[in-house]
């Protein structure tokens, strides 16, 4: 028996063994009756043994059609399932990755060194950097416009996304430089309890609160003096002194610019930026990789 036989002769084949009709199977598979026809029979010659009883009643399977049409049936279903996973490494080969991020991770230069690492590993996928606004806590995931992600914890809906931490940072406090407090080289938190604070967009979720720092007011609600969505937001409203704000010693020279000065504050927990994904995301390779790549890269920092 010749042993060259084609995946579409296979298919060909199936087709008309499911079907029990040339027209049907043809429309099926996009190809002309005659031209069908011509391939099966040409499968059947082939081979040596008919695969169809062809009769004025219909089209029925032979003894061997019909031994040969589950393991027909496997061959085809191994191929696909090959093509699929020979897809998927192409994907992988020449992919893009969408990182999304609200401010600029900076912090010593990991971007760049999160960039050689991965890129060294996989020099074909494009990496495509997307700035998001503060509005977008998980910049960019939830909305799948970004594959993985630079955010601050706590994130909405956490159960959804797995993370790395990139960095531990205390939270310092931003006044502008005319405020009785920029004279102090440290602030206790209770010192703010009754300044006005810029806070993010009610959508930031539980991130607002974090940086309204509502667990340790001890019940006390803020007072709101803006909202702010981004880093000049924040500058200009600092300098207005429409209220204080809190934020990470890492992102600290982003808005320490003329007119503005950080402190330390005593009393508050550590801020948590890290790299994140979804959760449904954590087998895809370049996904992986990249986390992985920015394991590295803190490590190595």
Not at 33 to 60: I, N
Not at 118 to 142: I, K, Y
Not at 151 to 164: F, G, H
Not at 189 to 206: H, I, K, V
Request: proline share 7%.
């Amino acid at each position: 028996m010749a042993m060259d036989v084609h995946v579409r002769d296979l298919r060909y084949f199936v087709s008309v063994a499911e079907e029990l009709h040339f027209t049907r199977a043809a429309e099926r598979l996009y190809v002309s009756q005659p031209a069908l026809s011509k391939q099966v029979r040409a499968l059947e010659r082939q081979l040596g043994v008919a695969l169809f009883r062809r009769d004025p009643q219909g089209v029925t399977l032979t003894e061997a059609g019909a031994a040969l049409l589950p393991y027909a049936r496997r061959v085809l279903d191994a191929w696909s399932e090959g093509a699929a996973a020979l897809e998927a490494a192409r994907a992988v080969a020449r992919g893009t990755l969408v990182v999304g991020m609200s401010t600029s991770p900076g912090r010593g230069g990991l971007l760049p060194a999160i960039r050689s690492r991965f890129t060294a590993a996989h020099p074909d996928t494009v990496l495509r950097l997307r700035q998001v606004s503060w509005e977008d806590p998980t910049a960019g995931l939830a909305d799948g416009d970004a594959d993985v992600a630079f955010v601050w914890l706590p994130l909405p809906d956490a159960d959804r996304y797995a993370w790395t931490v990139v960095a531990e940072e205390p939270r310092l406090v931003a006044l502008p430089e005319a405020h009785p407090l920029a004279a102090r080289t440290e602030v206790d938190f209770t010192q703010l309890l009754d300044e006005p604070f810029l806070a993010l967009p009610a959508g930031a979720g539980p991130l607002r609160d974090y940086w309204l720092a509502l667990e340790e007011r001890g019940g006390r609600l803020p007072r709101i003096g803006a909202e702010i969505a981004g880093t000049e937001e924040t500058y200009e409203a600092l300098v207005a002194g429409l209220g204080v704000c809190l934020v990470a010693t890492g992102n600290a020279p982003l808005i320490s610019l003329g007119g503005v000065v950080t402190r330390p504050v005593r009393g508050l927990s550590p801020s948590r930026y890290a790299l994140a994904w979804r959760r449904e995301d954590g087998r895809r390779p370049l996904v992986r990789a990249y986390a992985e790549a920015c394991r590295r890269a803190v490590g190595w920092g």
